[in-house]
Structures are given as C-alpha cells and as structure tokens.
C-alpha cells in the first residue's frame, strides 16, 4: 500500500546514548505534534537496532530498518548480518542498494537482487535505493540509469512480493552535499519510475508503489519536495541525525 514515509538513515554515526537520545526525542515530538498519516522508519547502525527496538515497539507507525543485510541464510560469513538476525531484534525493513554500498562496497544490482529475496523471503521490507551519479546525469543518462537499476534488482519479483517494496530515488550527487534535486528534476524521475513499474507491473500496482526522495532533505525544502505528485515521502541522511529537523521534516509530510 502507498504510504507517507520519513525514513532516517543514521549512516555510521552516533554513540549508543545518543542514538537512544534521538529515537526518544524523535517519538516524543512525533507523537505530541503529529496529527497526519505519514509513517517513521530509523536507520541506526547494526549495534543500536536493540536499543533503538526498546523505544519505538509501541508505535506502530514508527519502524526499524537495518541499513545492510547478508544475501545468504547464514553460514561463515565473518562480520555479516543475515535477515533471520535482524527480524528476530525487531526489525521490519531494511535498506538496499544505497549508493554508498553500491560506491564504496561494489554491490551491483544482481548483488542486490538477491538481497532484495532474502530479505522478503524472512519478511522483512527492503527499502530498494537507485540513483544516478553527477557524470550519468549531465550525460543524459539519468532514467535510463534509474529504470536499469530498478529493473535489474527488483523486476524478478511477482507483483505480489514486488508491492512490499519501497523504492527511494537517491541522486548520489545530491547525497551528504546540500544539492538538492529541485522538486521539478525529482519529480520527473518518480515519475518515469512510476511508468516503468506501470509498464512492468499494471497502473494499480504502480500507484501503490512508495517512492520516496532523498539527497539533502532538509526541513527548508521538505514540503516543496514532497507536494509533488510522485513523491511519497523522504529517506533522509544528515538531517535525521537532529531531533528538530527531523520531526519538521515529518510533519513537511
Ligand atoms: P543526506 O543523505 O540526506 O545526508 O544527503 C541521504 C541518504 O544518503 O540517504
């Protein structure tokens, strides 16, 4: 089902303290001065999910995401994390693809088709991330890049299993830089990734699809962002590390 979503993808910041610090803040504000139907997923990193579990597993619209899963079961996988482990502390999504595994970490889109599976396969949500890098975009490549990478790593799916997927366009060179895609520029690729889950998949499942922007959400652009047709919503990196900006960047939704 489409949804409002404000997701916070903590990176590898923090102490445990403050990361409990911020969920608590987060939800307090959240429950005080929220009125709407939008939803919360926190990103902390692997160590924190407990903690952060503990504060958030009495609202049902706050959600807990891991920022990486393992492709296999389990097994001598030194240093990895597998979907069994995250869904058994509380976790119900986790994110995939971001540009920063994809960058640093040469995780490719086949790669992440198989995560994409195990993740679904122990029902967990995965947040899927695709995004065009600075070179792709001023050479033309922008939704050609975009439609490849959504296509290669999720159109294996049935519909069924693909409607349990958020997508989050992430430009990479919007990413940690203070350039924001103008509303114009994000809305025009949800749009084409809109059409091509249309073409793949039938308009209802398209229309049900949450698509959410990330690159530089802050609470000063968040509404102009999220009033586009296509755009369902934020996965926001530097600003969701401040209670304040955060929670004005829900309540943008
Ligand atoms: P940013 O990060 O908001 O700091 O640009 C977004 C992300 O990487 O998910």
Redesign the pocket.
């Known amino acids: 089902m489409r949804k409002k979503i404000a997701a916070g993808?903590w990176k590898m910041n923090l102490s445990a303290e403050e990361a409990q610090t911020l969920a608590s803040e987060v939800v307090n504000m959240f429950q005080d001065e929220y009125t709407g139907d939008a939803e919360v997923i926190f990103s902390p990193s692997y160590p924190y999910l407990s903690l952060v579990h503990h504060l958030v597993k009495d609202n049902p619209k706050v959600h807990l995401a891991a920022q990486n899963i393992h492709q296999e079961e389990k097994g001598a996988y030194t240093g990895e994390v597998s979907a069994q482990m995250l869904t058994s502390i509380g976790c119900s999504h986790v994110l995939i693809g971001?540009s920063e595994r994809r960058q640093y970490f040469a995780e490719d889109n086949q790669l992440l088709a198989k995560k994409i599976d195990i993740a679904l396969k122990h029902g967990l949500k995965p947040v899927y991330c695709i995004g065009e890098t600075l070179d792709q975009r001023e050479a033309g490549e922008t939704l050609n890049v975009n439609t490849t990478q959504l296509s290669e790593g999720a159109f294996h799916l049935d519909a069924e299993a693909f409607g349990d997927l958020v997508i989050a366009y992430?430009p990479v060179w919007?990413?940690?830089t203070g350039k924001t895609a103008s509303p114009e520029q994000a809305q025009e690729v949800h749009k084409a990734i809109r059409d091509a889950i249309a073409a793949k998949y039938g308009a209802e499942v398209a229309d049900n699809t949450t698509i959410l922007y990330?690159?530089?959400?802050k609470p000063a652009n968040a509404e102009t962002l999220f009033s586009q047709p296509d755009i369902d919503g934020g996965?926001?990196?530097?600003?969701s590390l401040k209670s304040r900006d955060f929670t004005d960047i829900i309540k943008a939704l």
């Open positions: 993808n971001h992430e919007a990413i940690g990330g690159g530089s959400v996965l926001v990196g530097g600003a």
